[in-house]
């Protein structure tokens, strides 16, 4: 490019990498900035298993567009199976491909978290933002106290920023933030474009959703989804989708008596891909087992998860 061609280019546009512990509300951060519920989110930790890019347009204060590709991650967590090892790569990867990493943190939460992740990402000495969530759950006297104990820190992070999506605080500032930090450059992906993800990832993390909504214990996280076929048309999508679990208990309790249990799951999800499509959803769904799937490298892949 000619240096005077750069001069030209008067947008922005980067990938930010938003991690932090599992249940911090990542996904959650993410579909209240680009007002859509695209990525799933749970109560139970460890929702999310794989990378998913959300992009959002800003314009900045001085009228400045930027497109923000966030790249919601699984939180970072210490596990031996061989999935959990998966979703960390997922973790260093967002890290190591980003131009700006913002950090989730509760509010109630003690420095801990922040100080392994300065460790795991002090090697690139990519910049980030630390953003404090779920502000509602103190009083304001927590809120500077907290931010206090942040400053021994003020060195290593570009910003601070209290956030709640419950009372709609931060957004602003932290969109105006992370531009700042975006290189110049045009953008990189349709303007219209809310995730890269396909339908078909959609529908499995809506269904998966529902595991996490519906089911207790291990289930969760000894589950998957395979969306084996989508039938499309303009009015209905006819959705053909299998949940595999570990053990063949763990089949009679998703199936429930006189199959409640997966009736429920079913309609929770249906439910969800409705909203998200504005199409009526027909969804067959089965259950199947095979063990040890979230130990096999090859069963992984056919999740879509590549270790
Ligand atoms: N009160 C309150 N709850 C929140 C806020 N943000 C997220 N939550 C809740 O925190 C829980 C976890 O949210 P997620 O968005 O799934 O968290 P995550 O960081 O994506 O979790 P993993 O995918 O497991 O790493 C959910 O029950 C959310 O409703 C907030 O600002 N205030
Ligand atoms: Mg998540």
Known sequence: ??????????????????????????????????????????????????????????????????????????????????LNKFMMDEVLKAIGDADLIVFLAPITDKLTEYEKFLKMSERKGTKHI??????????QGDILKKLGEYQKY???????????????????QLLDEI??????????????ILTTD??????????RESI??????????ESDVTIEKIDESD?????????VVEKETQKGMIVGQKGVGIKRVG???????????????????HVSVKKGWSKNRDSLEEFGYIV
């Open 212 to 221: 996490f909504e519906n089911l207790s214990d291990e289930i969760p996280y």
């Open 154 to 172: 003020q060195d290593k992070f570009e910003a601070i920023i209290p956030f709640s999506v419950n009372k709609k605080i931060g957004k602003r």
């Open 235 to 243: 009015t209905l999508d006819k959705v053909y989708a299998t949940i």
């Open 1 to 82: 490019m000619f240096e005077h061609e750069k001069d030209e280019i008067d947008t922005k546009a980067g990938f930010v990498a938003v991690v932090g512990r599992p249940n911090a509300g990542k996904s959650t951060l993410l579909n209240h900035v680009v007002g859509e519920k695209l990525a799933m989110v749970s109560k139970k930790a460890q929702a999310t298993r794989k990378r998913m890019n959300i992009i959002v347009m800003h314009e900045d204060m001085y009228g400045k567009e930027s497109q923000i590709i966030f790249v919601d991650t699984p939180g970072i967590h210490e596990k031996e199976k061989l």
């Open 267 to 285: 309609k929770l999800a249906r439910e969800q891909m409705e909203i998200f499509s504005g199409k009526k959803i027909f969804l067959d769904l």
């Open 130 to 139: 630390v953003l404090l969530t779920k502000m509602d759950h103190v009083k």
């Open 198 to 207: 396909n339908i078909r990832d959609i529908y499995k993390e809506l269904i």
């Open 179 to 192: 531009s700042k930090y975006l290189p110049q450059s045009p953008f990189l992906f349709d303007t219209e």
